[in-house]
C-alpha cells in the first residue's frame, strides 16, 4: 500500500474511533487494511468508542426551522458553509431560513429537487461572499390528525436541529402548554443525547447482531469463561439500547429517570395518553 493511502487511513481510522496514531496502524495492520474491520478490532480491545460516537462536526453552517401558521407542516434544512464569520452573517442566514421555508412550502422529493429550486439564489450568494456553500441535510413533516404535535428546538449556535413528534389521546390536549412544553423538552433531549433510534424494535437488528458480536469476541479475549459470555454480551447489548435508543436513555434532566418514564409521567399531569413516535436530528457536518 503507498504511504500516503496508509496515512490516509490511520487518519480515518482515528476519526471514527478516537484511537491512537500506533493503535490505529497496529489494528490496519491486523486486518489487511480494511477499514471498518480495524474499527471492530479497536473496539474489541477496548480502544475504540461505539459506532454512535464517531461522528465529528468539521463545517461551519447553521440549521434552521420553519412552521405553517397552523402548526401543522414542520421543517427544518441545514446551509453549510466554510468559515463561523460568514455562518454569522445576515447574508448567510437569510438564505438559511429561506431554505428552511423552501423545504416546508415545496416539499422537495430529495437533495437534487431542493437544489434546484435554491441553485440561482444561492450561486448569487456564493459570488458576492467570496465563500462556497452548499446545502446539507433537511427534513419535513406534516401532521396527519388533529391529535398530532411536532417539538422543535434549534440549538443556541445553530449547529443542531431536532424535530420531535408526538400523538395525544384527545385533540383537545394539543395545545395545552404542559403538553407543549414536554414537546419541546423531548427535542431538546434527542439535542443533546443523539439517540440512533426511537426505541430498540426501531433499531437495525443487524446492527444490533453486530455490536452483540463485538462484545461476545470482546468478552472471549478478555478470558471470560465461554458459558458467560452470552450473559456478558446480553448485558452490554441493554446497556447499548440506553445509550442509542431515545425512549431508554436517561432523561438529561433528571438521569435517575428514563425518556419513558417522563413521558409516563406528563401523560399523568395532563389526565391523557403522550405518545412518541419520531424524530429527525440534524446536525452540521455529521454523516
Known amino acids: 500500500m503507498a504511504i500516503s493511502a496508509q496515512l490516509q487511513l490511520v487518519k480515518d481510522l482515528r476519526e471514527k474511533t478516537g484511537a491512537g496514531v500506533m493503535d490505529c496502524k497496529k489494528a490496519l495492520e491486523e486486518v489487511d487494511g480494511v477499514l471498518e474491520k480495524a474499527v471492530d478490532w479497536l ?131 394539543v395545545g395545552r402548554p404542559e403538553v407543549l412544553e414536554f414537546a419541546k423538552n423531548l427535542a431538546m433531549q434527542v439535542t443533546a443525547a443523539n439517540p440512533m433510534a426511537l426505541d430498540a424494535q426501531s433499531l437495525d437488528t443487524a446492527a444490533v447482531e453486530h455490536e452483540r458480536e463485538i462484545y461476545r469476541q470482546k468478552a472471549l479475549e478478555e478470558g471470560k469463561p465461554t458459558n458467560i459470555v452470552d450473559r456478558i454480551a446480553d448485558g452490554a447489548v441493554k446497556k447499548f439500547y440506553k445509550e442509542v435508543c431515545l425512549m431508554e436513555q436517561p432523561y438529561i434532566r433528571d438521569d435517575k429517570k428514563s425518556v419513558s418514564d417522563i413521558t409516563r409521567e406528563a401523560a399523568k399531569a395532563v389526565g391523557d395518553d403522550i405518545t412518541v413516535t419520531g424524530f429527525a436530528r440534524i446536525q452540521l457536518a455529521v454523516e
Open 43 to 173: 473496539r474489541r480491545k477496548g480502544m475504540a468508542k461505539a459506532a454512535k460516537k464517531s461522528g465529528r462536526v468539521t463545517s461551519e453552517g447553521l440549521v434552521t426551522a420553519a412552521q405553517s401558521p397552523d402548526g401543522k407542516h414542520v421543517a427544518m434544512a441545514a446551509l453549510l458553509c466554510e468559515t463561523d464569520f460568514v455562518a454569522r452573517g445576515d447574508q448567510f442566514q437569510n438564505m438559511a431560513a429561506r431554505v428552511a421555508q423552501t423545504v416546508l412550502d415545496s416539499n422537495p422529493a430529495d437533495h437534487a429537487a431542493l437544489e434546484s429550486l435554491m441553485g440561482e439564489d444561492l450561486t448569487q450568494l456564493i459570488a458576492s461572499v467570496g465563500e462556497n456553500m452548499q446545502i446539507g441535510k433537511f427534513a419535513r413533516h406534516t401532521c396527519v390528525s388533529d391529535k398530532e404535535i411536532v417539538g422543535s428546538y434549534i440549538h443556541a449556535n445553530g449547529k443542531i436541529g431536532v424535530l420531535a413528534y408526538l400523538t395525544v389521546g384527545k385533540a383537545a390536549s
